[in-house]
């Protein structure tokens, strides 16, 4: 139509600076002030006011992340999928492994302080006493065990 032949005629008119350039539509420039002024006006709100810019106490950055944080963390993602091996993989043998542990302690501490039960505590007292051949000792009595030390 004729708003078309204008519309090239104008285009190569305005290209013609530029040998061998591409028109550029009416309606692409306006978009481009308009994302250019957008830009403009968000840069002046955000800088500071005369009065802000002495005495006044600022930091150099705002506040910093303290750790990063994953925005979302998916079941089926990589991390998740090697995190779950690595639990099955080392889990089962760190549980043997503490269990023996915990057995070769509770061994080893039964054997060097065994534990004997009296029906009289007072009268074990004094057959500890006169088997170890002591007179003066400390007794720390609990509510099921007593405890003794020279």
């Given amino acids: 139509g004729p708003w078309l032949k204008s519309a090239e005629a104008r285009a190569t008119r305005e290209s ?4 061998g350039a591409l028109p550029v539509p009416p309606h692409l420039r306006a978009m481009v002030l308009a ?6 006006a968000r840069a002046a709100r955000t800088q500071v006011a005369p009065a802000a810019r002495f005495g006044a106490l600022r930091s150099f950055a705002a506040a910093a992340p303290t750790s990063p944080k ?23 043998l760190d549980a043997v492994f503490l269990t023996g542990l915990f057995y070769f302690w509770h061994v080893n501490a039964t054997t060097a302080a065994p534990k004997k039960s009296a029906s009289d505590a007072e009268a074990a007292l004094k057959e500890f006493k006169a088997k170890k051949g002591l007179d003066n000792v400390k007794v720390k009595k609990g509510r099921s065990t007593w405890y003794v030390t020279s």
């Fill in 16 to 19: 013609s600076c530029r040998p």
């Fill in 35 to 40: 994302a250019a002024g957008r830009f403009a």
């Fill in 70 to 92: 994953p925005l979302s963390i998916r079941r089926d993602g990589l991390m998740a999928q090697c995190l779950q091996a690595a639990l099955k993989h080392y889990v089962p």
